[in-house]
């Protein structure tokens, strides 16, 4: 059998689909009890500000009415931006 590449894209690719798919259903079906994280540790989910356009204010905004647990963001040197961060965020916190 003459192996190109064509060839064998296609096959890895069928073979490895399905490899995961069978055992999606040993992890769906598994009944193992999921791990309980210990007192003060958990996951959040952070909103980020990558590409968003806009006043820091609409942000968080934004960010709080999806359910986010909290904002990741690039930290800036410049003072007035800095203060755009911290009134946006105690505008949210009183809300």
């Known amino acids: 059998m003459k192996q190109n590449r064509r060839r064998f894209i296609r096959t890895s690719t069928a073979g490895s689909a399905a490899l995961l798919l069978a055992s999606m259903e040993t992890f769906a079906i598994s009944g193992k ?4 994280p ?3 540790y958990g996951i959040k989910i952070m909103a980020t500000n990558w590409g968003i356009e806009g006043t ?6 934004k960010a709080k009415q999806a359910g986010y647990d909290g ?3 690039w930290w800036t ?8 961060i911290f009134d946006a965020l ?5 809300k």
């Open 33 to 36: 009890p999921q791990p309980i």
């Open 38 to 40: 210990a007192n003060g």
């Open 56 to 61: 820091m204010d609409a942000f968080c905004q």
């Open 71 to 73: 904002i990741e963001l």
């Open 77 to 84: 040197d410049d003072q007035k931006k800095q203060g755009e």
């Open 90 to 94: 105690k505008s949210m916190i009183l």
